[in-house]
């Protein structure tokens, strides 16, 4: 037998054990990265025991550690001639079964511990969805927040000539995440066309009229609701009537909402990282309408919602005190503890479904299991959205524009897979764990590919 990196290997729970603590100390204060691993390694070990190849290969160990990292000074002036210094990254983690693929974070918490652990999600996330994708992550600690669109322009095209060596169609293709979305991709794509004199789908998440795909801004949260509606479909039940809480009010909630709203679920509470507003009568697509815009093209903040229509705003308070038989936590990492978890619980939730990339803490996990919580894990419920990225790519490729319903329908398909895989790796007892389910699914496909590929 192969000499692990990591000490004791004479039964899972030694190695998980030594394991963690090994990775914890290669890795030193990168807790969201631990942390990730710890929740796929906790499915994914028992699994290895009963099939060696992986384990003696080392395969967790070497997809724990990422290809490579970059990290770079990005220097831009603002709208008033001051000079600012923003660190820029990519984590390429793993192009086993294609090219780097996942998305760009601006945010002033961008750390490489958060950008560790979104890229070491991506890989089975990826997987998933049956697409030939790696994965990366990036982005940079500058905040976009109150910034001009010249200031925006400028950080983006700065940001893109250092990444643009290191990106290509075949080799990396970032999307947006937190604080991107179609404007600063927008800036980025023409930057790279300008310092490459090349029109290639680089990037995802495009305008429509420049290699863009249908639906690409709506496949995340979307693929959220369809993923939830095949769980319920699966026990005989459905989202239709159900009392919803989402939390955030970006991009995935913002279209989680719309289609929870179309299957004709009720959706209560939303929120910002200014707290949450709960309409007691429900958001419907008239008031969504008017959300999207706030938050989408006027950049306001979710309090204003109550100036329009009657809701309460509870300032500095995540939503999950609010009684919900779905919740959907779509803002970001760590939103949901153990106490948010149990007030989730007390109140009678059914389903929780991670929009957000690892939203729950490992704590609130184990308190949705241990109360037979049905529970759709971010890397396959939020997986729609590289998904349709995924389709872009091929749409350019071949030059071709599918239609909306095209598009939807392959979201749809793809969705229905994720949830049968996780089906078919998770069975447990009468039970399904989709967390289980999603990991060792998403795990099989990547390690089958470094396994072909011998020591490398
Ligand atoms: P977004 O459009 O930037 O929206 C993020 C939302 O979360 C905003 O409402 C924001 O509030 C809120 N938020 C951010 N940080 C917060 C904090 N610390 N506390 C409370 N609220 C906070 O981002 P997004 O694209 O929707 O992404 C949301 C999550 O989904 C992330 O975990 C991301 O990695 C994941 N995800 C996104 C996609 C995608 O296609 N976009 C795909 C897969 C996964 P403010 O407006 O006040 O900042």
Redesign the pocket.
């Not at 939390?247 to 913002?254: D, E, I, P, Q």
């Given at each position: 037998m192969a000499k692990h990196l990591y000490g004791d290997y004479s039964t899972p729970e030694k190695f998980l054990e030594s394991f963690m603590a090994g990775l914890e100390k290669r890795n030193p204060g990168e807790l969201e990265f631990h942390q990730a691993v710890k929740e796929v390694a906790e499915s994914v070990v028992p699994y290895m025991f009963n099939h060696k190849k992986y384990f003696d290969a080392l395969i967790l160990e070497r997809m724990t550690e990422p290809d490579r990292t970059i990290t770079f000074r990005v220097c831009w002036e603002d709208d008033l001639g001051n000079v600012h210094v923003n660190r820029g990254y990519r984590v390429q983690f793993n192009n086993a079964i294609g090219p780097y693929k996942g998305?760009l974070?601006f945010?002033p918490?961008v750390n490489l511990s958060i950008l560790k652990f979104?890229g070491f999600e991506q890989q089975f996330?990826n997987s998933l969805t049956t697409l030939p994708m790696g994965a990366g992550k990036g982005g940079s600690d500058f905040n976009p927040?109150g910034k001009s669109d010249r200031e925006i322009m400028r950080f983006c095209q700065a940001y893109m000539t250092e990444l643009s060596k290191h990106i290509g169609e075949n080799l990396d293709v970032p999307?947006?995440?937190?604080?991107?979305?179609a404007r600063e991709i927008s800036y980025m794509f023409g930057q790279y066309k300008r310092l490459n004199d090349n029109f290639v789908g680089v990037l995802t998440?495009k305008g429509i009229s420049f290699g863009g795909s249908l639906i690409r801004t709506e496949?995340?949260?979307y693929g959220v609701v369809y993923f939830t509606e095949n769980m319920l479909n699966h026990i005989g039940d459905s989202v239709k009537g159900k009392r919803c809480v989402i939390?955030?009010?970006?991009?995935?909630?913002?279209y989680a909402a719309k289609k929870i709203i179309e299957l004709g679920g009720q959706v209560l509470a939303m929120?910002?990282?200014?707290g949450y507003i709960y309409d007691e009568a429900g958001i419907d697509n008239q008031k969504l309408e008017y959300l999207i815009d706030l938050?989408t093209t006027r950049r306001g903040?979710?309090e204003e919602y109550c100036a329009e229509y009657d809701a309460k705003f509870v300032a500095n308070k995540?939503p999950w005190a609010v009684p919900c038989d779905l919740a959907f936590p779509?803002?970001?990492?760590n939103?949901l503890s153990f106490d948010d978890a149990t007030d989730l619980v007390n109140n009678g939730v059914m389903l929780v479904a991670e929009?957000?990339?690892?939203?729950s803490t490992i704590e609130a996990v184990h308190h949705f299991k241990a109360n037979n919580i049905l529970f759709a894990p971010?890397k396959a419920a939020?997986?729609?959205?590289?998904a349709i990225?995924g389709l872009e790519m091929t749409q350019n490729s071949m030059r071709i524009s599918w239609t909306s319903e095209e598009v939807d329908q392959k979201l749809q398909d793809i969705m229905r897979s994720i949830h049968a895989q996780c089906v078919k790796h998770g069975q447990n007892g009468k039970n399904i764990d989709y967390l289980k389910g999603a990991n060792i699914a998403g795990f099989i496909k990547v390690a089958d590919a470094m396994l072909a590929y011998g020591v490398i």
């Open positions: 998305g974070r945010d918490s979104l996330k927040k999307a947006g995440d937190i604080g991107v979305g998440g496949a995340t949260g939390s955030g009010s970006g991009n995935v909630a913002l929120s910002d990282s200014g938050k903040r979710i995540r779509c803002a970001t990492q939103e929009g957000a990339n690892m939203p971010a939020n997986a729609g959205g590289v990225s």
